[in-house]
């Protein structure tokens, strides 16, 4: 290698350091990413691929009055003149953008196989063919009109659009999606007539987002369906520009004879496939995981109808439809993410009403351009009309010096005082146009484009004009897409008081209630037997194990198990182990340490109160709605350590207002209710003092007026006057009275 080459590559080295220079490039690539792929303009709601589209399609003329041209055609340009990617990408946008069941408003009229709503493919693009929509009209108007900026193409040959004129508030109306660079945007449609009518609220007054959302109710979805959120949560997510909305299907009861019925389902959730929800329903009854579904059918022509079929008919289509809402996409989520480029340059997350007030803008904007095209046109065009009358006011004049003079434009232009643009118009001017009506209708154009100009100039001059064009515009706009039309009626109902999932027991609904009893030793072994009233002497356990719980519940039933360490689990009846053997050891099912074991057992009992205490008499009230747990581990209630473990967990009675307390050292305390606090986990306050070692033995409420029931002998009795037991909490207690079991507990059921 020469010198002068080793000193050309020398000075090519670029002495950067590596993470600096991958930072600069991959920061080019996610710019690149976010601004001409994923991200819409607020302006015109497009992506650059769609606005190529939308562009492409206008040069090639395909307006709704004319003949479609073949898909293929049109991809051919796009990837051609403007877009230097894949054809299939191509493609896919411009279906996406021909389906109505994805488009709110289609932008593309296709006429061929453009996909279904079963999720199957469209044709190839040589099959289809496609033009515009007068929706797409409006955001091409004024295109030609400077309306809007240009920029050189990739390869420099052609010059496309920066932005759309957008006379149509596509973003909203039509909603987008995109995932870029460390941000994603996701828009739902909206019902036009809505939008039209908050920006017509905003040109009176600057109103508040509680205004705004009382006119956009939410989105309309093409599809349907039912939007069942808060108004308060619409409100936030419209405040915030990001919020979930959920969507339900629209169902209705059909009644068949003998008393069946069945439910038919006539919208679905937007984006859902039709065919994946009919097997994934399909699925959930073959697993046998929804008892109250027999069957599903699709018989869908044209419109959606899915026909759902209830295993008897004393199941509430209600509480059915609630069942499916929680497992299968016949309810979904929709979350907002209105991620916009403001300007067509800067990423921003916007509220309803910056996207709003942008849009409007822009239409300003564009007006103020086109009106001073216009502007443009009509001046040069009076100019040029003067000049024609000259030529009828001197016409022989005109005639001679054209027809003798060597150079008559320049004589022209002397003669009578001419600009050259008159003077070439008056050269081109055709001799059949010299007769007296022609003179007529160029003073009538004349006064007109006259009377023309100076509206504009008052148009460009004032402000206040402009916005009253805008809102022209707008109520034009809104009757365009009025309810009362087919396409612009909304399609998604709002019902913010449809019934809540929380309100019904979903999974208990869908376990076929039977009887059965529950047995469980001492040692840990569960099982449960079909139907009650079984002979407790009948039940067999291991050697050296003996019975310790005998519960007769139903299937759909909770079982509640509280541990001495402190913790509770749950455990659906339904899933206990059945049969004549032994069972299975309780801790595969839940995870009891081996160091702990189970003190109590009892079913679930919604909105009650429960008393737990530990061995060293601390306890306080939880409610039972507090000690459901949802996995495996359980859930830790009442705080233990060292060799305190939890003692007692026991239902209080309705009307119980007192508490019996005894002790290892055989003192026995009552004091009120009340006393306790009630929480949801802690370790307690003190319910009886002890000393040298003594533990708690036992405890329990009772109604005052009652007394306190405890064993006696074979039986039982009541201790009416309690008063020398009462103290205060906390206190020592005194000996029970004579005739107290031997064991220091009251023996009474759970």
Known sequence: MSQEENTIAETNIIDQPMSDILSERYLSYALSTIMSRSLPDVRDGLKPVHRRLMYAMYQLKLNPKQSPKKSARVVGDVIGKFHPHGDTAVYDAMVRLAQDFAQRYPLVDGQGNFGNIDGDNAAAMRYTEARLTDVALLLLDGIEEDAVDFRPTYDGSESEPVVLPGGFPNLLANGSSGIAVGMATNIPPHNVEELCDAMLLMLEKDPTMEELVEIVKGPDMPTGGILVNDKKDILTAYTTGKGAFRIRAKWHKEDLKQGMYQIVVTEIPYLIQKSKLVEKIADIINARKMPMLDDVRDESAEDIRLILVPRSRNVEPEILMEALFRNCDLETRFNMNLNVLEGGLVPKVMNLKEVLQNWMDHQQEVLVRRSSYRLEKVIHRLEVLEGYLVVYLNVDKVLRII??????????????????????????????????????????????LAKEQDHLEKLIASEARQWTRIKKQITTLKKMFSNETDLGKRRTAIDGNTLKPEVVDLESVMIEKEPITIICSAQGWIKSMKGHGHN???????????GQFVLEVQTTDKLIIFATNGRCYTLGCDKLPSGRGFGE?????????????????????????MLV??????????????????????????????????????????GDDHIAVIGTNRKMLIFPLSELPEMSKGRGVILQKYSKGATLSDAKTFKGEEGLEYKYGSGSTTLTDFTPWISKRASVGKLPPNGFPKSNRFNYSF
Do not use: W
């Open 403 to 448: 027809r003798f003079e060597e150079k008559p434009k320049e004589c022209l232009m002397e003669t009578f005082d001419l600009s050259e643009v008159q003077v070439e118009a008056i050269l081109n001017l055709r001799l059949r146009r010299l007769h007296k009506l022609e003179e007529i209708e160029i003073r009538k154009e004349h006064d007109e």
């Open 536 to 546: 407790t002497k009948d039940f067999k356990y291991k050697s050296g194990d003996r």
């Open 585 to 609: 050891p309780l801790r595969i099912m839940v995870d009891i340490p081996n160091d702990a074991y189970v003190t109590y057992m009892r079913t679930y009992t919604p909105k009650a109160r």
């Open 613 to 654: 205490v530990s061995s060293d008499g601390r306890g306080f009230i939880v409610p039972s709605d507090d000690v459901l747990a949802q996995t495996k581990s359980g859930k830790q209630i009442l705080n233990v350590s060292g060799k305190n473990e939890g003692a007692i967990c026991r239902y209080v009675h309705e």
